[in-house]
C-alpha cells in the first residue's frame, strides 16, 4: 500500500474561494451539487524534487478481476481536478478501468484538489509553470507508481492538458516509464479560431500583470447554479450540450474546478497566436519537440470539440515518432450518437458506451 501524505488533506476547491465576502455563495454552489457516493479512492503524496505535497488517488482492482502488467494513471485537464474524470460513478473512467483490474491512479497536478496549494502561509506561491507540472509533477508521480508494478512502467490517460504535459514528460524526461498513452481532446498549442479565445489572448497579457492565479475554482463554485450545458451559448466551447447532462455540468463546475496560476495558464493562452507551447524560459519548444515521442499514442478527439479540435490532435499524430499510434474521432458520421464536445468526451452522457471501451482496448492491448 502506497505510503499516506506527511501533510494533512486540505479542503476541496469549492470551499477556498479567493474572497471571503464570497464564501457563503461558493458554499451554497457546492452544498446544492453534491458528487454522488461510491467508494472511495485511497488517498495518498508523493514529493516532487522542488518540495510539493502531490495527490494521488488509489482505485484498486475488485477480487477475481484479471491480472494486470501495469497500473493506469489518470490526470485531469486545465485549473481541474479528478473529479475532472470522476464526477459521477456510472460515467467515470477511472472506475471502469479498476474493475477491468488495473490499479488506477487519479493524479492531481500541484494547486489543485488534495495537491499542496499555495498560500500566505505556505513555502510555495502561485508562480508555477506548465514546465514544473512536465519536470516535477509529472516524474515524481510516474516513478512512485512505476516502482509498484512488476514491469516498472505505467498506462497514462490525460484528458486535455493531462495529455499536453505526458506530450512535454515524453520529450523532455524520456518514454521508456510510459507502457501506453492515451491523450482526449489533447492539442500541441491553444486553439485560437474562436473570437472568445482571441479575446482572452488579448487581454491576457493585462490579467498576468495584475494576478498571479486564476480564480477559476472560485467562479465555478459560484456559477455551479447557473452551469447548464444548454443555456449558455459560451459554454458550448465545453461541452455538446446534447451529450452532457445539466446535473453533471453542475457538480463539474462545483467541485471540479480549481485556482491556477497565471504562468501556467499564460503559456497556454500565448501559445495559440504563436502556434507554438514554449517553456516559461523560451528555451524549450514543445511543440517543435513532439517528433522525440516514440511511446505508443492514442489520441482521442470530438468532432464538435472547440479545444482540442481533431486537425490539432492530426498535427500530434503527424508530428510524433511512435511507430505505434492511432486517432479515433467521436462523430455521428462514424456511427457515433453525437459528435463529441470537449468534456463530454470523459463525461458526456454516451462517453462510457462509446469513448471508454475504446480506451480500454487500447490499454489493453498495450499491457
Given at each position: 500500500m502506497p505510503p499516506t501524505a506527511s501533510a494533512p488533506p486540505r479542503p476541496s476547491a469549492c470551499r477556498r474561494p479567493a474572497l471571503w465576502a464570497l464564501l457563503a455563495l461558493a458554499l451554497v454552489g457546492c452544498g446544492a451539487f453534491p458528487v454522488p457516493s461510491a467508494p472511495a479512492p485511497t488517498l495518498w503524496?508523493?514529493?516532487?524534487?522542488?518540495?510539493?505535497?502531490?495527490?494521488?488517488?488509489?482505485?484498486?482492482?475488485?477480487?477475481?478481476?484479471?491480472?494486470?502488467?501495469?497500473?493506469?494513471?489518470?490526470?485531469?485537464?486545465?485549473?481541474?481536478?479528478?473529479?475532472?474524470?470522476?464526477?459521477?460513478?456510472s460515467a467515470s473512467l477511472p472506475r471502469g478501468l479498476a474493475q477491468a483490474g488495473y490499479t488506477v491512479h487519479m493524479l492531481e497536478l500541484r494547486g489543485g484538489g488534495e495537491s499542496e496549494q499555495p498560500g500566505w502561509f505556505s513555502d510555495h506561491q502561485w508562480t508555477y509553470s506548465f514546465d514544473d507540472y512536465v519536470l516535477q509533477d509529472l516524474p515524481a508521480a510516474i516513478e512512485a507508481v512505476a516502482a509498484q508494478s512488476p514491469s516498472g512502467q505505467v498506462h497514462w490517460v490525460g484528458h486535455s492538458m493531462g495529455g499536453m504535459v505526458l506530450y512535454g514528460y515524453l520529450q523532455r524526461v524520456g518514454n521508456g516509464r510510459i507502457r501506453s498513452a492515451t491523450a482526449l481532446g489533447s492539442p500541441p498549442y491553444a486553439p485560437t479560431h474562436l473570437a472568445s479565445l482571441r479575446a482572452v489572448a488579448a487581454l491576457w497579457p493585462l490579467a498576468r500583470a495584475l494576478f498571479t492565479r486564476a480564480p477559476s475554482?472560485?467562479?465555478?463554485?459560484?456559477?455551479?447554479?447557473?452551469?447548464?450545458?444548454?443555456?449558455?451559448?459560451?459554454?458550448?466551447?465545453?461541452?455538446?450540450?446534447?451529450?452532457?447532462?445539466?446535473?453533471?455540468?453542475?457538480?463539474?463546475?462545483?467541485?471540479?474546478?480549481?485556482?491556477?496560476?497565471?504562468?501556467?495558464?499564460?503559456?497556454?493562452?500565448?501559445?495559440?497566436?504563436?502556434?507554438?507551447?514554449?517553456?516559461?524560459?523560451?528555451?524549450?519548444?514543445?511543440?517543435?519537440?513532439?517528433?522525440?515521442?516514440?511511446?505508443?499514442?492514442?489520441?482521442?478527439?470530438?468532432?464538435?470539440?472547440?479545444?482540442?479540435?481533431?486537425?490539432?490532435?492530426?498535427?500530434?499524430?503527424?508530428?510524433?515518432?511512435?511507430?505505434?499510434?492511432?486517432?479515433?474521432?467521436?462523430?455521428?458520421?462514424?456511427?457515433?450518437?453525437?459528435?463529441?464536445?470537449?468534456?463530454?468526451?470523459?463525461?458526456?452522457?454516451?462517453?462510457?458506451?462509446?469513448?471508454?471501451?475504446?480506451?480500454?482496448?487500447?490499454?489493453?492491448?498495450?499491457?
Amino acid at each position: 500500500m502506497p505510503p499516506t501524505a506527511s501533510a494533512p488533506p486540505r479542503p476541496s476547491a469549492c470551499r477556498r474561494p479567493a474572497l471571503w465576502a464570497l464564501l457563503a455563495l461558493a458554499l451554497v454552489g457546492c452544498g446544492a451539487f453534491p458528487v454522488p457516493s461510491a467508494p472511495a479512492p485511497t488517498l495518498w503524496h508523493v514529493t516532487t524534487s522542488d518540495g510539493w505535497q502531490i495527490a494521488l488517488h488509489r482505485l484498486d482492482p475488485p477480487p477475481g478481476a484479471p491480472a494486470r502488467r501495469a497500473p493506469v494513471i489518470v490526470c485531469h485537464g486545465i485549473a481541474s481536478n479528478r473529479y475532472n474524470l470522476d464526477i459521477t460513478p456510472s460515467a467515470s473512467l477511472p472506475r471502469g478501468l479498476a474493475q477491468a483490474g488495473y490499479t488506477v491512479h487519479m493524479l492531481e497536478l500541484r494547486g489543485g484538489g488534495e495537491s499542496e496549494q499555495p498560500g500566505w502561509f505556505s513555502d510555495h506561491q502561485w508562480t508555477y509553470s506548465f514546465d514544473d507540472y512536465v519536470l516535477q509533477d509529472l516524474p515524481a508521480a510516474i516513478e512512485a507508481v512505476a516502482a509498484q508494478s512488476p514491469s516498472g512502467q505505467v498506462h497514462w490517460v490525460g484528458h486535455s492538458m493531462g495529455g499536453m504535459v505526458l506530450y512535454g514528460y515524453l520529450q523532455r524526461v524520456g518514454n521508456g516509464r510510459i507502457r501506453s498513452a492515451t491523450a482526449l481532446g489533447s492539442p500541441p498549442y491553444a486553439p485560437t479560431h474562436l473570437a472568445s479565445l482571441r479575446a482572452v489572448a488579448a487581454l491576457w497579457p493585462l490579467a498576468r500583470a495584475l494576478f498571479t492565479r486564476a480564480p477559476s475554482g472560485s467562479l465555478g463554485a459560484l456559477g455551479a447554479p447557473v452551469a447548464a450545458p444548454a443555456r449558455d451559448p459560451l459554454l458550448h466551447v465545453l461541452w455538446n450540450p446534447d451529450n452532457l447532462a445539466p446535473a453533471v455540468a453542475r457538480r463539474l463546475a462545483a467541485h471540479a474546478t480549481e485556482d491556477i496560476s497565471t504562468v501556467a495558464v499564460g503559456q497556454l493562452v500565448d501559445s495559440g497566436p504563436a502556434r507554438r507551447l514554449r517553456s516559461a524560459d523560451g528555451r524549450w519548444d514543445y511543440t517543435a519537440n513532439l517528433a522525440r515521442i516514440t511511446a505508443p499514442l492514442l489520441l482521442v478527439a470530438g468532432a464538435a470539440d472547440a479545444l482540442g479540435r481533431p486537425a490539432l490532435l492530426m498535427q500530434v499524430y503527424d508530428a510524433i515518432a511512435s511507430a505505434d499510434r492511432q486517432v479515433r474521432v467521436f462523430a455521428r458520421a462514424h456511427g457515433d450518437r453525437h459528435d463529441y464536445g470537449h468534456l463530454d468526451l470523459v463525461v458526456g452522457d454516451a462517453a462510457a458506451a462509446e469513448v471508454f471501451p475504446v480506451v480500454a482496448r487500447w490499454i489493453d492491448a498495450h499491457d
